[in-house]
């Protein structure tokens, strides 16, 4: 089955860029009508939507964040991304990436990674 | 802010029915998934489209929607149920841009 792992620095100084990847194994990013999502959860706190992918390239992203955010694919490393810029310390959270789903008038996410925890820092 | 609401914390006892639920505009158009996460874990999908349960979910786990309000019922709760639930569904706007409830914390009594 389908597996995620995000990967990337777990420490990011104030104004600087945070990057994340996740790879994705067990299938081909490219196969079936699938977005690929990055959402993250602050310690203690809910979860916030930040952007998803399609394999196309099509990007959209959460209305809050989209003047920071950017996602990316390679579909060749079988992997997408997220860059986000000018961070400060209430970027600090647990950073998922997730497979999205559009369909059944529903969106939703399965399976998800495990998670990385970035702290924005000086 | 959240356009999805969730009360912060239920309730149930062991064995007993207890219902989750997710308000806001866009649940009249689209419906709401549902997630589990425990303490230290990455949520878990539960519910998706009008109700449907990923392979593994058990049957006591079901959804339901009923205007703006969506609701997740867990008939029988056990132990394990105990967890953080988030719903989310797509933004009133109409746009492709995800929203999320901010959580409901479930404790089996």
């Known amino acids: 089955q389908v597996q995620l792992q995000e990967s990337g620095p777990g420490l990011v100084k104030p104004s600087q860029t945070l990057s994340l990847t996740c790879t994705v194994s067990g299938g081909s990013i490219s196969s079936g009508s699938y977005y690929w999502s990055w959402i993250r959860q602050p310690a203690g706190k809910g979860l916030e939507w930040i952007g998803r992918i399609y394999t196309s390239g099509s990007t959209n992203y959460n209305p809050s964040l989209k003047s920071r955010v950017t996602i990316s694919v390679d579909t060749s490393k079988n992997q997408f991304s997220l860059k986000l810029s000018s961070v400060t310390a209430a970027d600090t959270a647990v950073y998922y990436c997730?497979?999205?789903?559009?369909?059944?008038?529903?969106?939703?996410?399965?399976?998800w990674g495990q998670g990385t925890l970035v702290t924005v820092s000086s | 802010s959240s356009e999805l609401t969730q009360d912060p914390a239920v309730s149930v006892a062991l064995g007993q029915t207890v219902r989750i639920t997710c308000q806001g505009d866009?649940?009249?158009?689209?419906?709401a998934s549902w997630y589990q996460q425990k303490p230290g874990q990455a949520p878990v999908l539960v519910i998706y489209g009008k109700n449907n349960r990923p392979s593994g979910i058990p049957d006591r786990f079901s959804g339901s929607s009923s205007g703006n309000t969506a609701s997740l019922t867990i008939t029988g709760a056990q132990a394990e149920d105990e967890a953080d639930y988030y719903c989310n569904s797509r933004d009133s706007s109409g746009n492709r841009v995800v929203v999320f409830g901010g959580g409901t914390k479930l404790t089996v009594l």
């Open positions: 866009s649940l009249r158009s689209y419906y």
């Open positions: 997730a497979r999205d789903q559009d369909g059944s008038g529903s969106y939703w996410f399965d399976p």
